[in-house]
């Protein structure tokens, strides 16, 4: 059974700086990894979605890759800010693309 | 921009009480889907649709159910509202083939 694992589960950080939030999962028969950001009390916003096929996708400050064989991404965030301050999830879709595996999050802190 | 909306951000009920949650979706997505998330255990599963009056369950669909018999609404059910379906619900849609799953914004259901 897929399981998805984040570390570390939460993060404190000055303004500015670079970071790097982990995910693994067990199984590399997946159709694609997103990574999302909550808010408290809020939805989930998409941030990125890389395709199985794919090695990393980049939006603004923030890069995602995906190393399918060792059943690793990462979400690097440049020059934090305190608007980043949010829970980041990380989940796979199963090859049926019928669902998503979630980890339990990564709560960051950035402070100014 | 696609817009997932839930019928009410916090509901309360009372045990042994039916309770529908609405969910909309304006982008004629084929997929939706139904997810539970709690502190310690992340977003599971509950059900999802792949089509109009198709459903299939998730992880956790004891105690609950689901119709879709318009392609843009989807609802969840309680048949009986018990306090450990106390939770967040968030509601989600997606094109098919899989991209990116669009969330609602949550609905808090409290069950007393």
């Known amino acids: 059974k897929q399981e998805v694992t984040q570390i570390p589960a939460a993060l404190s950080v000055p303004e500015g700086e670079n970071l790097v939030l982990n995910c693994s999962f067990t199984?590399?028969?997946?159709?694609?990894l997103q990574w999302f950001r909550q808010d408290p009390g809020k939805g989930l916003t998409s941030l990125l979605l890389i395709q199985s096929s794919q090695r990393e996708q980049t939006s603004g400050r923030l890069n995602a890759s995906l190393d399918k064989s060792s059943g690793r991404s990462t979400l690097y965030i440049a020059a934090s800010q305190p608007g980043d301050s949010a829970t980041y999830l990380c989940?796979?879709?199963?090859?049926?693309?019928?669902?998503?595996?979630f980890g339990k999050g990564t709560t960051l802190s950035v402070s100014s | 921009d696609v817009k997932v909306t839930q019928s009410s951000r916090y509901l309360v009920k009372r045990t042994g009480e039916k309770v529908f949650l609405e969910c909309v979706q304006d982008m004629d997505h084929e997929n939706m889907f139904w997810y539970r998330q709690d502190p310690g255990l992340g977003l599971r599963l509950i059900y999802f649709s792949y089509d109009v009056k198709m459903k299939e369950k998730g992880d956790i669909p004891e105690g609950y159910s689901v119709s879709r018999e318009k392609k843009e609404r989807f609802s969840l059910i309680l048949e009986s509202a018990s306090t450990n379906q106390t939770s967040m619900y968030l509601c989600a849609s997606s094109f098919v083939p899989p991209d990116t799953q669009y969330f609602g914004p949550g609905t808090r259901l409290t069950v007393l």
């Open positions: 989940a796979v879709l199963n090859q049926a693309g019928t669902a998503l595996i």
């Open positions: 199984d590399s028969a997946i159709y694609n």
